[in-house]
């Protein structure tokens, strides 16, 4: 059986981060270990958040698993919290990496501003998760924070090609950016693989709503879909089908929550189009 290990915060409530990774990945088949960053009573959206810090377990935990010999077939990140935590993740993928898939959802930013609790600089230390990883996959937002610059919400394919171009001089072997669109009503995910230079796009429908989580549970889906074996454009493909699916359920409820979407009920339908 396959196993990952997910490096990201738990927001008790509030549906992303580790509270959908451990859902969607175990779901897909794959076992899901996981390094709890720090513990929030929600994520950062809601007001009046409660936090606790477990940087201080991240080390032991490696160290034990070390001793234990573990290995893992993907290192997926998330939200962080610190530079301290930047450092350690680092360590994991050097001490775990081998034979590993290294996957980075620099989840901090959204619409062109940095998530409550983030200062300016946070995103460049964010960026040194890219050498060396496998695949990132930032929203434009985060993607134009990695690489200091300008977010922009008109843009054409130049300025797309020139960030996927950036990310990759960053050392990441993929690059994947999420909420790219060129047409009106459509919206979806472009991505350049470092090695062919190959340029892949793939559009879904544009619903005219925004919820949160739905990077993490677009991360997780293209994690699980990767570690499945799927190549990267057709697990990205797939993560942004499921992701609209989500929607769509959430939508059709009438007095759906705010703060996230139901993606517990889009698990069927993805576990369909794995087949
Ligand atoms: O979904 C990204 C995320 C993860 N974790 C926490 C957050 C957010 C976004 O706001 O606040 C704690």
Excluded at 83 to 103: L, S, T
Excluded at 247 to 265: C, M, P
């Amino acid at each position: 059986m396959k196993r990952i290990v997910s490096i990201q915060d738990i927001s008790a409530l509030g549906k992303c981060s580790l509270t959908v990774a451990l859902p969607i990945i175990s779901a897909m088949g794959i076992e899901c270990a996981v390094v709890p960053t720090a513990v929030l009573s929600t994520h950062t959206q809601f007001k009046g958040w409660t936090f606790h810090d477990l940087t201080d377990e991240m080390e032991p935990i490696a160290a034990h698993w070390k001793q234990e010999g573990f290995n893992f077939d993907a290192i997926y990140t998330g939200y962080l919290g610190s530079f301290r935590q930047v450092d350690i993740v680092k360590q994991y993928f050097h001490d775990f990496g081998d034979g590993a898939k290294i996957i980075v959802d620099p989840a901090m930013a959204d619409n062109g501003r940095l998530y409550a609790g983030f200062t300016p600089d946070f995103p460049l230390k964010m960026a040194e998760l890219l050498d060396g990883a496998d695949l990132v996959l930032p929203n434009l937002t985060e993607a134009c924070f990695l690489l200091g610059k300008e977010y922009r919400e008109d843009y054409n394919r130049a300025y797309i090609t020139e960030i996927l171009e950036g990310l990759l001089a960053r050392g990441a072997k993929n690059a994947a950016l999420t909420g790219v669109s060129f047409e009106q009503g459509r919206l979806g995910v472009v991505s350049m693989c470092g090695k062919t230079g190959a340029f892949s796009e793939y559009y879904t429908e544009h619903l005219p709503v925004s919820f949160h989580g739905t990077g993490d549970i677009y991360s997780s889906a293209a994690v699980g879909a990767i570690v499945n074996g799927m190549s990267v454009p057709d697990a990205l493909a797939l993560a942004a089908d499921y992701t609209v699916e989500c929607i769509r359920l959430t939508l059709a409820e009438k007095d759906h929550s705010w703060y996230g979407v139901n993606f517990e009920q889009a698990i069927p339908y993805l576990l369909e189009r794995m087949k």
